[in-house]
């Protein structure tokens, strides 16, 4: 039987329908898409509406701001749906959290399990098929073993995300993702390689590594480097462009910056997370690195022949942190010049350390700080964007023309590039603008190049697959 079809009752189709609604990060949106994967191969379909679906599923993050509360609101909200004969599911980072506890709060949720265990899905599955009412997946954070299926449901037609590394083992002070998706484990690289070779004979253009800390990787079978892994992944045919994230700053090699100069489809971005530019607040939060160690990374970055994006993420307001902390934040920012940073108010989170620090620093402090910053941060951009007036770009194609007639694309750098063009590029082209307008995070030109058309479409993937909704 086809995946994604099933012949049954009208009862059966009822309960082999299934919607899924997905929070966080990439690798939670790329869990989605291996979990839809996998359960269409069960033989399941997938719907937009929850109110068609037998089985919902909900795929949480627990990173920031009460995150669980948030959660059980919403799971509040599926309570009026149980009498349907629906049932439901909690996966990722809250799910592995609270555990047991959804249970008591949401009784009518079937399965919880964290991401260390999706590899037992299937199994998983035919336990809830069954009619079992509290099947857990939650004692695998200490597993080795990595959740590889082909059967991954991509979203993105052009661009297709590999994780290669999951859980971490840096425990910084302030973080639950060590708890809630376990110790690092990488796949060998010659899975890696395989998927990559798949997913261009499919068709994709762009290939994304993923992992919590994606430089941390160690190939099981001692082949490859990360650094030699990125370069392979990059020199495989059909492949545009690779990109790869999160780094952190602690595993960050000089030969990643030489294997971006040295291959031309690895992208000219790297996203490297500080946190702090206060050595004393990068040490409360267990960073395990300095400011002046971190500068010396940036310093290899900006000495490579390519202009390599820097983008970043920065929490204000970490327990302790003085005016003068926060001063060297700003001036870390100054001193690199990044294209982007994501900037969040530091927020207490179970299990971790820190949230035996006193929370030091009141609401409204945070909050100035984090406005200080991202007007800090959009001078820079006006700055660094204002550089690239009368260049020419490569741009790959998203979407088709807004309302006023400019398609939409990103450049190597991963920026935002508008343009006109007198014919419409199909989406995943490759096509040269030339920049004629600039602005703090987005750039406007005119195309001066025709599109390059890669291999042929993705028509038969996308066929089989439904949208997974992804929500922030
Ligand atoms: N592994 C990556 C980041 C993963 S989490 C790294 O170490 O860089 C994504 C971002 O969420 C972090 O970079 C951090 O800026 C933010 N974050 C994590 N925990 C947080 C907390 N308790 N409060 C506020 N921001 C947090
Ligand atoms: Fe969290 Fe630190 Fe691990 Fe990043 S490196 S996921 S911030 S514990
Ligand atoms: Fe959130 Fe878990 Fe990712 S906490 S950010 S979904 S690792």
Same mark, same amino acid.
């Given at each position: ?74 799971? +509040?909200? =599926?309570?009026?749906?149980? /009498? ?6 909690? &996966?990722?980072? @809250?799910?592995?959290?609270? $555990? ?114 994606? +430089?941390? =990787?160690?190939?099981?079978? /001692? ?6 892994? &990125?370069?392979? @992944?990059?020199?495989?045919? $059909? ?234």
């Amino acid at each position: 039987m086809q995946p994604g079809l099933w012949c049954g009752s009208v009862e059966e189709i009822h309960l082999k329908t299934f919607y899924i609604e997905t929070f966080g990060c990439q690798m939670n949106a790329h869990d989605s898409e291996k979990v839809v994967g996998t359960l269409l191969r069960e033989g399941y379909s997938q719907v937009v509406d929850e109110a068609d679906a037998g089985l919902i599923l909900y795929n949480t993050c627990s990173i920031r701001d009460k995150a669980e509360q948030k959660v059980f609101h919403r799971l +509040n909200e =599926y309570k009026r749906m149980q /009498g349907e004969g629906k049932k439901f599911a909690v &996966l990722g980072c @809250v799910a592995q959290q609270e $555990g047991n506890k959804i249970f008591e709060r949401a009784p009518y949720v079937s399965l919880v399990a964290g991401s260390a265990s999706y590899r037992n899905l299937p199994e998983m599955l035919a336990r809830l098929e069954a009619g079992e009412t509290r099947i857990t997946g939650l004692d695998d954070r200490q597993t080795d073993e990595t959740f590889d299926t082909e059967f991954t449901s991509r979203t993105n037609p052009h661009r297709g995300y590999i994780t290669i590394i999951e859980g971490c083992d840096k425990f910084c002070s302030y973080c639950v993702v060590p708890y809630t998706r376990g110790k690092e484990r990488s796949r060998t690289s010659a899975s890696v390689l395989a998927e990559a070779q798949r997913i261009a004979q499919m068709g994709f253009t762009e290939i994304q590594l993923l992992g919590q800390n994606v +430089n941390s =990787y160690l190939d099981p079978s /001692g082949k490859r480097s990360f650094a030699e892994l &990125l370069a392979a @992944v990059g020199e495989v045919n $059909g492949i545009k462009r690779v990109r790869f994230t999160t780094s952190h700053p602690r595993d960050f090699t000089k030969d990643i910056v030489d294997a971006i100069d040295a291959v031309p489809t690895l992208c000219d971005h790297v996203h490297l997370p500080v946190q702090s530019g206060s050595t004393d607040v990068l040490r409360a939060m267990q960073r395990d690195y300095t400011r002046d160690w971190y500068l010396e990374r940036i310093a290899w970055t900006k000495a490579a022949r390519r202009d390599i994006s820097l983008t970043s993420d920065i929490i204000v307001g970490f327990p302790g942190e003085t005016d003068r902390d926060f001063e060297d934040t700003i001036t870390l920012l100054e001193t690199v010049g990044y294209d982007a940073i994501y900037g969040f108010k530091y927020s207490p989170r179970p299990n971790t350390p820190a949230i035996h620090m006193h929370d030091s620093i009141p609401e409204d402090v945070k909050v100035a700080r984090l406005a200080i910053l991202n007007a800090r941060q959009r001078e820079i951009q006006r700055e660094n964007y204002g550089r690239h007036l009368d260049q020419t770009v490569e741009v790959m194609v998203e979407h088709g023309a807004n309302s006023r007639g400019q398609i939409t694309g990103r450049s190597t750098q991963n920026k935002t590039v508008n343009f006109m063009c007198d014919s419409t590029p199909p989406s995943g082209s490759y096509i040269d603008v030339r920049i004629t307008q600039v602005f703090p995070s987005s750039l406007v030109g005119e195309a001066i190049s025709v599109p390059t058309v890669p291999s042929p479409a993705l028509a038969a993937q996308q066929a089989l697959n439904a949208r997974v909704p992804v929500v922030h």
